[in-house]
């Protein structure tokens, strides 16, 4: 599914990434753990192409993106859905409308995913905001937003980059089984968390196992948690 060798990236000059060897497999469950600053964000950059590696090989999803046309690399990131901490969705656009967005993007005919729509937003639990705008929406109701709009596409490749950072411990914990529960319909999933309490909460739930950044590199844990 992904695999980096030896790859380096840096900000100017300024190293972040080095060295960095990691394989992850299709269906497989990744907590990326490590300090602020250590390069989580970084990482998971580089896997959904919105940075390319300086130097050392890349191979996602069987295709090699450092030679990817830009019209490749819009269909490699069409496979990969992204949760962001800030959740960004789009504030003058209702919860369906956010969720719906990457189907509007891709051209697809809106009478032919509202039912898609409909039931995404009633599996993360929103069915009665609907319609509501996202700043009516509390933290965790950003989140699941962000998360649904992320999977509509149905991703093989799912990246959540402190997905539950601004939201409370229970509301955390709804987030992870969102995530696990979609690693069981056989999406692989990285999610990158300096919250030692969310990934013990997962123990025994998932075969997650742990890549942990520090000094610009990534350690692969062998077993799992
Ligand atoms: N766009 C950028 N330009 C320059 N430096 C950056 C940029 N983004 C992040 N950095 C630096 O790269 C390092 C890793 O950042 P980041 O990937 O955000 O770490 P983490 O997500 O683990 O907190 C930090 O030192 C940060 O200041
Ligand atoms: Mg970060």
Redesign the pocket.
Known sequence: MVELEEACFS??G?P?LRDLSVTLEPGSFHFLT????????????LLYLEHLPDSGSFTLFGDNPVEATRREITLLRRRIGVVFQDFRLLEHMTVAENIALPLRVAGRDPQGYANDVAELVRWVGLGQHMDALPRQLSAGEKQRTAIARAVINSPDLILA??PTGNVDPDMGGRILRLLIELNGLGKTVVV?T?DLSLIRAARGTVGARILR?AGGTITQGAGEL
């Open positions: 900000y100017d300024r972040v490590g300090p602020s600053g250590a390069g989580k964000t970084t990482f998971l950059k980059d402190e990158a300096h950044l």
